[in-house]
């Protein structure tokens, strides 16, 4: 019964009190007309309690966010579809969904009564400046009886998800050295004059599939020979991002972390339209793959990229090594590109060492003391150490460009593979 008299409003509370006053007056002064006004103000609360709490609304609401995946900066649409499924009528509904502070302000919407079968449909935006992974919901709905004397509050279980990634910037086009890498035996052969197949076969081993066997070359050598296993050549890169604490500077958007993962979008999704299988992979050892086939428009291979990144922290590594680059350590990882915070010498060696077992390698290395806004303790310190760690990459063989703050990912990009091409000139 408590718990029920909890429910009551501040008119609620003010009728009960009243009563409860009026009633000892007419008590004390022997007035009868003055109590009955008394068990009038008493029963009006109490008898509205115990209807309220007896009625049964069956209110059913659904959420759908379109989209489910927005750009730094962008608004999506939260649309709330409610149902009043039961017989009974409802009062005065107040709807409150539950969002996170960076999406903007609690949404509260006021609804009349609804009455049975009655379907109301609200909407409202949300927008965050920065990355993540926001739950919204759940969403809590407060009905009032007509005397606006007690307010029942119920909340629905379901929550949605929405994904805010980072801005993607478009990148211009150039041809990049070192594309291809392959995974079968041998690059398939291009067809001949007469439009037959340049059949590659060697020698038939213990455990090979019969149906592989070509006869005629069988026949011409005299032993079993089969078709190779062919498997068509691909643009492969590896885009490697520095998530390391220590190796950035700056807070929130703008501090030189949150550009680097833009770089990487940008660059990622840049690959992945121009036909490359794409692998991300940070500082702690994770890497994930994306195959250039999966980002057709019929599938959603940038979104599965975009998604890795909305949710990719800063970590607590403090140093780079050959273990924590989170590389696979055997084949090739094609077209190395690696977005760096400040490094060390020793750090750009073992970047070196990795450069061994890429095609072709691009670096884009932060000046982080220019996002430090003079907070920089030894900022020649780290210059120097800069530029030495540039000279180590440079001289084994990768191919570097200094980034400031303020710089755009575009013309990074530009200048990065036009230092390129100028070099394989020299």
């Not at 009026?22 to 068990?39: H, P, T």
């Not at 980034?403 to 013309?411: E, R």
Request: proline share 5%; glycine share 8%; aromatic share 6%.
């Amino acid at each position: 019964m408590a718990g029920r008299f909890s429910s009551l409003t501040t008119r609620g509370r003010a009728f009960l009190a009243a009563g409860i006053a009026a009633a000892v007056c007419a008590l004390a002064l022997g007035q009868n007309d003055m109590l009955r006004v008394a068990i009038f103000l008493i029963a009006l609360p109490v008898v509205t309690v115990l209807v309220v709490a007896r009625t049964r609304y069956r209110i059913a609401a659904t959420r759908s966010i379109e989209p489910v995946r927005v750009p730094v900066g962008k608004q999506a649409t939260v649309r709330l579809h409610l149902e009043n499924v039961g017989r009974m009528p409802t009062g005065l509904l107040l709807l409150e969904d539950q969002v996170p502070y960076v999406l903007g302000a609690r949404p509260r919407f006021v609804l009349d009564r609804m009455s049975a079968r009655w379907r109301r449909d609200v909407a409202y935006p949300v927008r965050s400046d920065v990355r993540g992974k926001f739950t919204i919901g759940p969403l809590t709905l407060r009905v009032t009886d007509p005397f606006g004397l007690v307010e029942l509050t119920r909340a629905f279980k379901t929550r949605d998800v929405l994904l805010v990634t980072p801005e993607v910037h478009p990148l211009p086009y150039v041809r990049l050295g070192g594309e291809w890498a392959a995974s079968g035996e041998s690059r398939p052969r291009a067809a001949t004059a007469d439009g037959e197949e340049d059949i590659t076969v060697r020698e038939y081993r213990f455990g090979d599939d019969l149906r592989r066997v070509h006869w005629r070359s069988s026949a011409r050598r005299g032993e079993l020979m089969v078709r190779r296993e062919e498997q068509p050549w691909q643009s492969r890169a590896t885009v490697f991002l520095d998530t390391r604490r220590i190796g950035h500077r700056g807070t929130g958007p703008a501090s030189s972390f949150e550009w680097a993962v833009s770089g990487a979008a940008s660059i990622g999704t840049h690959l992945l339209h121009r036909g490359y299988s794409v692998r991300l992979a940070t500082d702690v050892g994770a890497s994930f793959a994306v195959a250039a086939r999966e980002a057709s428009p019929s599938s959603d291979g940038e979104g599965l990229l975009l998604d890795a990144l909305a949710v990719v922290g800063t970590s607590s590594v403090g140093q780079l090594t050959q273990l924590s680059l989170g590389l696979p350590h055997d084949g090739s990882h094609g077209l190395l590109i690696a977005m760096l915070g400040v490094i060390t010498p020793a750090e750009a060696e073992a970047m070196v060492r990795i450069r061994q077992r890429a095609t072709n390698a691009f670096a884009i290395v932060i000046d982080t003391p220019s996002w430090a806004i003079g907070k920089e303790r030894s900022p020649e310190l780290v210059a120097e150490q800069l530029a030495e760690s540039v000279r180590m990459l440079r001289q084994g063989g990768w191919r570097v460009i200094t980034v400031s703050a303020g710089a755009a990912i575009g013309s990074v990009w530009s200048e990065l593979l036009l230092a390129q091409r100028v070099e394989v000139r020299v």
